[in-house]
């Protein structure tokens, strides 16, 4: 179809993306949705697939943990769908990150505003610089330190 002019035609093509994105919004939000979720079991995949405290395998209650801290800010930022991308394209590492169910994503976060390991019952972890390690399991954190109020 030709246009008088160049701002015709982009009002045109305009109307023409909105009309397209209502007719085929159910579909894209269907999509988006479902690539989310696969790309959420590929990380979790990766990250082992078990819930590194109680050992539970249910995808649909496993969450990505950061280990040090900061998973909110990171989140903001990102968006977990953001994050899972990150990963999947070997932008970013798993080095600070473990799998947790929900559960033991709370307790985790419980026990490391106590000082106490996040995988054993109750011990305490043992500061040493900027560094925290448990004298039982070993599990060592670094950053979260600084977060602790
Ligand atoms: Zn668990
Ligand atoms: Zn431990």
């Given at each position: 179809?030709?246009?008088?002019?160049?701002?015709?035609?982009?009002?045109?093509?305009?109307?023409?993306?909105?009309?397209?994105?209502?007719?085929?919004?159910?579909?894209?939000?269907?999509?988006?949705?479902?690539?989310?979720?696969?790309?959420?079991?590929?990380?979790?995949?990766?990250?082992?697939?078990?819930?590194v405290r109680?050992?539970?395998?249910?995808?649909?209650?496993?969450?990505?943990?950061?280990?040090?801290?900061?998973?909110?800010?990171?989140?903001?930022?990102?968006?977990?769908?953001?994050?899972?991308?990150?990963?999947?394209?070997?932008?970013?590492?798993?080095?600070?990150l473990d799998?947790?169910?929900?559960?033991?994503?709370?307790?985790?976060?419980?026990?490391?505003?106590?000082?106490?390991?996040?995988?054993?019952?109750?011990?305490?972890?043992?500061?040493?610089?900027?560094?925290?390690?448990?004298?039982?399991?070993?599990?060592?954190?670094?950053?979260?330190?600084?977060?602790?109020?």
């Amino acid at each position: 179809m030709p246009y008088k002019d160049k701002q015709t035609k982009q009002i045109h093509d305009r109307a023409f993306n909105i009309e397209w994105y209502l007719k085929n919004k159910d579909r894209i939000i269907r999509e988006k949705i479902e690539k989310h979720h696969t790309n959420r079991r590929k990380v979790i995949e990766l990250l082992g697939g078990k819930c590194v405290r109680c050992g539970i395998t249910d995808w649909r209650i496993l969450q990505v943990n950061h280990i040090n801290g900061n998973g909110s800010k990171e989140r903001k930022i990102k968006g977990s769908s953001g994050i899972f991308r990150e990963i999947l394209n070997g932008k970013r590492t798993l080095i600070d990150l473990d799998l947790r169910c929900a559960n033991c994503n709370i307790l985790y976060e419980y026990d490391m505003r106590r000082g106490k390991c996040a995988n054993c019952y109750q011990v305490d972890l043992i500061k040493d610089g900027q560094t925290l390690e448990c004298p039982k399991c070993g599990f060592r954190i670094t950053t979260f330190i600084k977060s602790l109020k």
